[in-house]
């Protein structure tokens, strides 16, 4: 078979389980990309400038981030984790549903903020869970979990295509207008968009053409609402929903049985690890656990490199996707609006087939071997669009491979840290919050360089960031080498300690042979 037939039992066991966590990132997913489609709606929306509706990003970046510290706090039981993602999907759906009724720019940044802590806890929840059911076999079921994301990300500007105005409303500069555009409206040629269009370019007030983007958000808050529904079904299932009655459990198959009770028996055992090195909770308790002061440097360091490289990775990501159309309708490029609007659209396209094509990779390559070549891949590409960088085919094409190469360095990083650790520290909290804190500080500074230093300047960012992840990565191999050293050292040592020595048997043989005389 081409997947061995233990990770079938597995993912049979905990498919639940499985398929529930699943659904929550393409909530995560869905969220995180509508924004940039929908921006100038939204700032007719709010009545607001330019600069004034950037800060709605930032303050959903950065209550993702905060999200993503403090998430592990309620995975110290299934009851309090599920409880947490019914919460934070249920949330998304009300964020939706009420962002059209938002005509002020402050409160639309708290919507957004309050959806961006909603996807922080999501999102470290749901990889702590995985990890923690499918320990080294996480790998392959990470990859999907991340697939989801990228579905998400590209379900929602499809589903807001149709519902954007082609005009502005002039509250925008016309270099903001160019910028920050958006994707066509699929009835572009119609008599009456025309007819908008040309009176849009009219001096006058009030006679804008009438935003219906408020459909685009009510449909996703419609097509997220069955998430949280399976978040509640999985409750119920389990018996953790006190105002209903339990149910009959189910029985158990002899293989089921079999695993059930040999994970029972290795379970106490887990759990006094989890609970000697920190286990995997949330950021701040790892920092403070008295435990870990014994460990090596190595053991921080590992934790230390796999979240800068994974700063560094995601913030390309969120970059890219945040200022490719930007470098597009620039000189040297000057690509026309409508197509330099397909660019994000394919990028995100790009992740969602690269994390789809990561589960079979993943179950037949080490994680470290898919780190290294995504890494040295996303560096060639950006090299390739350096060179290249006045053709317009190679654009796209760059942007596909990049999109391919980056997909998924997460969830192998995750795999593969989380397997150097034994799965005893706190690698899911500080990865998921050092890539949450890349993404919210490379769009800010990737932003401000290109509005100071010109667009070429986009792809010269992209090609530091990538060489500087690498360099970070070979650093983490090296100090996987030396925590694989100490471990060695310290199994031979316990070992010297408890095999008795040559001597000692001797003279144990001796005493029992004169109390055998003397009796």
């Not at 402050?106 to 922080?120: D, E, H, N, P, T």
């Amino acid at each position: 078979m081409f997947v061995d037939e233990r990770i079938v039992t597995l993912f049979k066991r905990n498919a639940h389980h499985t398929l529930t966590y699943w659904s929550v990132f393409f909530s995560f997913g869905l969220c995180i990309a509508f924004l940039g489609p929908t921006i100038l709606d939204l700032q007719c929306q709010t009545n607001s400038t330019l600069s004034q509706i950037t800060w709605v990003f930032f303050s959903q970046q950065f209550c993702l981030l905060i999200g993503s510290s403090i998430g592990g706090v309620f995975k110290r039981t299934l009851f309090s984790a599920l409880s947490a993602l019914f919460v934070s999907a249920l949330i998304i759906s009300v964020i939706f549903a009420i962002i059209p009724l938002c005509h002020n720019v402050l409160l639309l940044a708290i919507a957004m903020a309050v959806s961006g802590f909603a996807m922080g806890i999501i999102d470290t929840i749901a990889n702590i869970q995985l990890v923690t059911i499918y320990q080294r076999d996480s790998a392959v079921f990470l990859q999907a979990l991340h697939f989801f994301i990228g579905f998400g990300a590209l379900v929602s500007p499809l589903i807001a295509d149709p519902f954007l105005s082609e005009t502005g409303c002039g509250n925008h500069t016309g270099n903001g207008t160019e910028i920050i555009h958006h994707f066509r409206n699929m009835l572009r040629n119609s008599p009456i968009a025309e007819h908008n269009i040309t009176q849009s370019h009219l001096p006058h007030e009030g006679g804008e053409e009438e935003s219906i983007v408020h459909y685009a958000f009510w449909i996703m808050a419609l097509i997220n609402l069955p998430v949280p529904i399976a978040v509640l079904f999985l409750m119920y299932r389990e018996q953790l929903i006190p105002c209903c009655p339990s149910g009959t459990p189910r029985l158990l198959d002899k293989d089921e049985l079999a695993m059930e009770n040999q994970q029972g028996a290795e379970g106490t055992d887990e759990e006094q690890k989890e609970h000697e090195a920190g286990g995997h909770g949330d950021i701040f308790s790892c920092c403070q656990n008295d435990n870990l002061r014994g460990l090596p440097v190595s053991f921080f360091m590992i934790h230390i490199l796999g979240g800068m490289v994974l700063f560094m990775t995601d913030g390309i990501v969120g970059a890219y996707a945040g200022f490719v159309y930007t470098y597009a309708v620039a000189p040297p490029m000057s690509l026309p609006h409508k197509t330099a609007g397909y660019l994000a659209s394919i990028f995100w396209a790009a992740i969602t087939a690269g994390r789809l094509l990561s589960i079979p990779l993943s179950y037949r390559f080490q994680p470290v071997r898919l780190l290294m070549f995504n890494l040295a891949g996303a560096i060639v590409t950006v090299l390739m669009l350096l060179i290249f960088y006045t053709s317009n085919t190679f654009l796209f094409i760059g942007t596909c491979l990049c999109g391919l190469f980056l997909s998924s360095i997460f969830p192998c990083m995750l795999a593969y840290t989380e397997d150097i650790l034994d799965y005893q520290g706190c690698a899911t909290s500080v990865l998921v919050t050092s890539a949450g804190m890349g993404e919210m500080v490379m769009q800010v500074l990737v932003g401000s360089i290109i509005q100071t230093e010109g667009s070429y300047s986009f792809l010269l960012c992209g090609m530091i960031i990538a060489c500087i992840g690498f360099i970070l990565f070979i650093g983490l191999l090296l100090f996987h080498r030396m925590h694989r050293n100490y471990l060695t050292g310290t199994t031979k040592m316990s070992t010297m300690v408890e095999e008795p020595t040559p001597e000692q048997n001797g003279s144990s043989k001796t005493e029992q042979k004169e109390e055998k005389d003397s009796s």
